[in-house]
Nanobody, 124 residues
């Protein structure tokens, strides 16, 4: 059974950076596309970024393009989300999710496994 655990969230000032990690256990991530999603209070869940199983293809929401970078290290069974130039509107709980396909999606409905989330707060 694939389990995902997010880490790296916290409180950061506007303009700062954080790196989120999504560590998998139970199954190798080699054959799974991974997505990062976020949900702010009172808002719907939003797809932030995703990466194909090989790492050769990535996708980003317009709101984070140029600021966030997704990457994966299959040897460590971990996917990362580097977040730079953070803004208050990036404040949310961030979740990673996995789907057993090569191609990744920015829609949450296509994912079978989810982590418990990590809180990111951007505030001065």
């Amino acid at each position: 059974q694939l389990q995902l655990v997010e880490s790296g969230g916290g409180l950061v000032q506007p303009g700062g950076s954080l790196r989120l990690s999504c560590a998998a256990s139970g199954v190798t991530l080699d054959y799974y596309a991974i997505g990062w999603f976020r949900q702010a209070p009172g808002k719907e869940r939003e797809g932030v970024s995703c990466i194909s199983s090989s790492g050769g293809s990535t996708n980003y929401a317009d709101s984070v393009k140029g600021r966030f970078t997704i990457s994966r290290d299959n040897a460590k069974n971990t996917v990362y989300l580097q977040m730079n130039s953070l803004k208050p509107e990036d404040t949310a709980i961030y979740y990673c999710a996995a789907r057993p396909f090569r191609r990744c999606l920015l829609t949450g409905g296509g994912y079978d496994y989810w982590g418990q989330g990590t809180q990111v707060t951007v505030s001065s």
